[in-house]
């Protein structure tokens, strides 16, 4: 089992920047794909990223490509998603996971398991 617990959340203004992490914990870190979802009030939870175990490839949202970037340092058990530009439409609870299940598409939710908490992100003025 893989104990995640994310951080770095926070209110920012639009076209701002913050800094997610995501500490692992339990079995081995790098032999999951890595990913972030993000979820509004009353919205369901939707892909941000998604990186590979080597962090060679990753897959963004349309949503959040060129402006977030996701990656990961194996020595430390963390993934990251450097995010800039941020818009209010960013507001939501951003959650990392591994992906437990590569039958699933690398954007379904379901192929994703052991969340963390979440860090909330709000983008106000």
């Known amino acids: 089992q893989v104990q995640l617990v994310e951080s770095g959340g926070g209110l920012v203004q639009p076209g701002g920047s913050l800094r997610l992490s995501c500490a692992a914990s339990?079995?081995?870190?790098?032999?999951?794909?890595m990913g972030w979802f993000r979820q509004a009030p009353g919205k369901e939870r939707d892909f941000v990223a998604t990186?590979?175990?080597?962090?060679?490839?990753?897959y963004y949202a349309d949503s959040v490509k060129g402006r977030f970037t996701i990656s990961r340092d194996n020595a430390k058990n963390t993934v990251y998603l450097q995010m800039n530009s941020l818009k209010p439409e960013d507001t939501a609870v951003y959650y990392c996971?591994?992906?437990?299940?590569?039958?699933?598409?690398?954007?379904?939710?379901?192929?994703?398991?052991?969340w963390g908490q979440g860090t909330q992100v709000t983008v106000s003025s």
């Open positions: 990186i590979s175990r080597g962090g060679s490839t990753t």
């Open positions: 996971a591994p992906r437990v299940s590569l039958q699933l598409g690398y954007s379904n939710k379901d192929a994703y398991d052991y």
């Open positions: 339990g079995r081995i870190f790098s032999s999951y794909y």
